[in-house]
């Protein structure tokens, strides 16, 4: 299997040599892969189909189970995913090898726990790299959903469209609301993660995780699907937070910026989906020397909502209620929106 992904605004190829990985990464890429034609590659994995370990005899320890010699950095059972990688960074590219060697608890958790294998070994071969690199490329990663949505054109007329960064934490209702808009003719780049420079979110590819998906089963009793008509990246124009209580109609409410900056910076940290990413990103700036320490998170937020209008949408028990409210938001101009009380 051979092939590219459009990944937190990186070119990852990916040169699968072991075939009893492809189907996973296949799945993992969802409807977004697309034919490896020649050109450079920002990211380039290749998955080997051998399982002998790296051979780090002689070189420096970063952390337990991590290693380097020369900028080169070796994670033996990367993100508890099983596999270890080799990690090669030059001006250009990084390039990741990774070879499938699980120690006995990692082996019997894939067999067993079929959706959590799928989703670490997802994170370690097509997310981490990717999001890694972009943060080289001054992007932060970000939980939050870019979303193009606007009210239908009436009478022939062209429909105004606007470009919501909607933010909440798992629970909230943001799958749900960010499924009825594409529905309903929206584009998003991303259910969950994407990265920024402020302004520009490139999305990062998984499939959607939504009750009836269809797809493999996850946990919370959701099962997965391709996001529709998914885009690479979108620059929106202003900003949404999610919130969920037990009861209720949607509610809507504006947000200065440094509660939604806070909002933002919480749900992405937050995030499962992040949480072993943390640590990836330490040990690969401290092998490598490239990248920040620890990523923009808390800056970057604070320059997004600087410059966008924000609002906040209380969700009841049926968040998928909340959809009119978010439609009536993005209808307005920006005046309109900054003084939403």
């Not at 959607?208 to 009793?221: I, P, S």
Request: hydrophobic share 45%.
């Amino acid at each position: 299997m051979r092939g590219v992904l459009i990944q937190a605004g990186q070119r990852l190829l990916v040169d699968c040599r072991w075939p009893s990985l492809s189907p996973l990464l296949i799945e993992a890429g969802a409807d977004a892969w697309r034919p490896a034609a020649k050109g450079a590659a920002d990211v380039y994995l290749e998955a080997q189909a051998g399982h002998t370990p790296f051979d780090v005899r002689g070189w420096e320890t970063l952390a337990r189970d991590a290693f380097v010699r020369d900028g080169t950095v070796v994670l033996r059972n990367a993100c508890g995913s099983g596999f270890d990688l080799l990690l090669a960074a030059d001006v250009d590219r990084l390039r990741v090898v990774a070879r499938w060697r699980p120690p006995v608890r990692e082996r019997a958790a894939a067999r067993l726990l079929r959706s959590r294998f799928h989703l670490l070994a997802r994170a370690a071969l097509l997310q981490y790299p990717a999001l890694w690199w972009a943060g080289c490329r001054d992007l932060a990663p970000l939980h939050a959903s870019a979303l193009t949505i606007g009210p239908a054109a009436e009478g022939g007329g062209r429909a105004r469209r606007s470009t919501v960064l909607l933010v909440g934490p798992g629970g909230t209702g943001r799958s749900t609301l960010l499924l009825g808009a594409v529905a309903g003719g929206g584009r998003s780049c991303s259910d969950n993660l994407g990265v920024t420079d402020g302004r520009i979110v490139h999305g990062l590819v998984e499939p959607m995780r939504v009750r009836g998906g269809g797809g493999r089963r996850m946990a919370h009793g959701r099962t997965e699907r391709p996001l529709p008509g998914r885009v690479d990246s979108l620059c929106p124009d202003r900003l949404v937070v999610l919130r969920r209580i037990s009861r209720g109609r949607p509610e809507v409410r504006g947000l200065d910026a440094a509660q939604a900056a806070r909002a933002l910076v919480t749900a992405t940290y937050a995030a499962g989906e992040l949480r072993r990413y943390w640590s990836f990103a330490a040990v690969m700036a401290l092998g490598t020397g490239l990248g920040p320490p620890h990523p923009p998170v808390t800056e970057t937020a604070s320059r997004i909502t600087e410059r966008l209008p924000a609002y906040e949408i209380v969700l009841g028990d049926r968040p998928e209620e909340g959809l009119a409210a978010l439609y009536d938001v993005a209808a307005r101009g920006r005046e309109q929106v900054e003084a939403l009380p």
